[in-house]
């Protein structure tokens, strides 16, 4: 059981916009930036979003984050085919000083 | 560019101990002020984060794994190790390496794994 909740699937066609959902608590999310990783079948995890709406190089625009209290969003605009892959959310829990959380992945599927 | 390599004993018996080695190319592991983290991911499941290591020696672990958790570091060899102890076949996953980067928000920095290695899977079993 992870502890942020995310929804395990989501999905879009070509050029949608989908938005995907992250949920967690005052000792995580509520108190943290949320940072967001792309896991492309058979590779490691590559860091998408960082303090809940920052992009590092070589991330396209089309990929944006949000935070509002315990709860962030991933935003994926002009939805392409190779952006089907898992995506993960991610934050420092407060609780025992530390550690990272994460959330249990969403498969996002591009018909 | 750094790259991370993660080896070790894809197979490990059932109380036994788990050893893995990051090896760092591109780059000295202790030039620069970074964390260095291993983070674990079982098959299907999500990513669970074991424990960093800074460049001066000092580490933090998940509270869920400290009791069996030792991460070092090998400055000559530029390298840094996971030792997982008592191991059971929940402990089976793919297991990576990271350096992390520092970003500070308005109110609170932090130290979050962003280039990873390519993940070794290891076993446990009998």
């Known amino acids: 059981q992870s502890v942020l909740t995310q929804p395990p699937s989501a999905s879009g066609t070509p050029g949608q916009r989908v938005t995907i959902s992250c949920s967690g608590s005052?000792?995580?999310?509520?108190?943290?930036?949320v940072n967001w990783y792309q896991q492309l079948p058979g590779t490691a995890p590559k860091l998408l979003i960082y303090?809940?709406?920052q992009r590092p190089s070589g991330v396209p625009d089309r990929f944006s984050g949000s935070k509002s209290g315990t709860s962030a969003s991933l935003a994926i605009s002009g939805l392409q085919s190779e952006d089907e892959a898992d995506y993960y959310c991610?934050?420092?829990?407060?609780?025992?000083?530390?550690?990272?959380?994460f959330g249990g992945g969403t498969k996002l599927t591009v018909l | 560019q750094v790259q991370l390599q993660e080896s070790g004993p894809g197979l490990v018996k059932p109380s036994q101990t788990l050893s893995l080695t990051c090896t760092v190319s591109g780059g000295s592991i202790s030039s620069g002020s970074y964390y260095w983290s291993w983070i674990r991911q079982p098959a299907g499941k999500g990513l669970e984060w074991i424990g960093r290591?800074?460049?001066?020696?000092?580490?933090n672990y998940n509270p869920s794994l400290k009791s069996r958790v030792t991460i070092s570091v090998d400055t000559s060899k530029n390298q840094f190790s996971l030792k997982l102890s008592s191991v059971t076949a929940a402990d089976t996953a793919v297991y990576y390496c990271?350096?992390?980067?520092?970003?500070?928000?308005?109110?609170?920095?932090?130290?979050?794994?962003?280039?990873w290695g390519q993940g070794t899977l290891v076993t446990v079993s009998s």
């Open positions: 303090s809940n709406n």
């Open positions: 990271a350096r992390d980067f520092l970003y500070c928000s308005s109110t609170s920095c932090y130290s979050l794994p962003r280039d």
């Open positions: 991610a934050a420092w829990d407060d609780s025992l000083n530390g550690p990272w959380v």
């Open positions: 005052s000792s995580n999310i509520g108190s943290n930036t």
């Open positions: 290591i800074y460049t001066s020696g000092s580490t």
